[in-house]
């Protein structure tokens, strides 16, 4: 028996591929850029400003106080967006995108972060809610107000940072 040649396989036939793999990538681009980054890792990065800012208020106490404060002189329930500047000091150096107190539920809620993007990354939610009166006792925080989910972006976990302070994503 008579041996054969070795079959030649060509070695350009990854270049084959190459223009496949570009193009797949192409069209795989927008979906890559809406989840980039995890939201494990926005939401950790969220935490590190939110403490940051946390030490410019001058603490979480100074920050219930605030917004016991706050509810005290608004009986009837407030609505404020980032913009509004008639807000205590230690309540704008969180930078709050919106916060709203409703008396009947007693608790501050806040929007940190989060915002909606139409065709791009959104940035989770990521809040706070504050207890202001004994009102809010056995309410189940995250669950916002009428149970209806939380403002924002309709998450619902609450992890107590403080006393009488849950963040809520």
């Known amino acids: 028996m008579a041996d054969s040649p070795p079959s030649r396989k060509s070695s350009l036939s990854f270049l084959l591929w190459i223009p496949l793999g ?6 795989m ?30 603490g979480w106490d100074a920050i219930r106080g605030a917004c016991i404060a706050l509810a ?3 009986t009837n329930g407030f609505y404020y ?22 008396p009947q539920y007693g608790y501050v809620s806040m929007r940190i972060f989060g915002i909606h993007s139409t065709g791009g ?29 939380v403002i924002g972006n309709q998450h619902s976990v609450a992890v107590q940072v403080a006393d009488g302070i849950y963040e809520v994503y």
């Open 29 to 58: 681009l927008p979906s890559l850029v809406t989840w980039w980054p995890p939201a494990s890792v926005e939401r950790r990065t969220q935490r590190q400003r939110l403490t940051e800012r946390v030490q410019v208020a001058g």
């Open 72 to 74: 005290e002189q608004n």
């Open 121 to 149: 990354h959104s940035t989770p939610y990521f809040g706070l809610e504050i207890d202001t009166t004994t009102n809010s006792i056995g309410h189940k925080h995250g669950s916002g107000y009428d149970n209806g989910g």
């Open 22 to 27: 570009l193009l797949v990538f192409f069209f």
């Open 81 to 102: 967006h980032w913009h509004d500047t008639n807000l205590p000091p230690a309540i704008v150096a969180l930078r709050p995108l919106m916060v709203q107190y409703s």
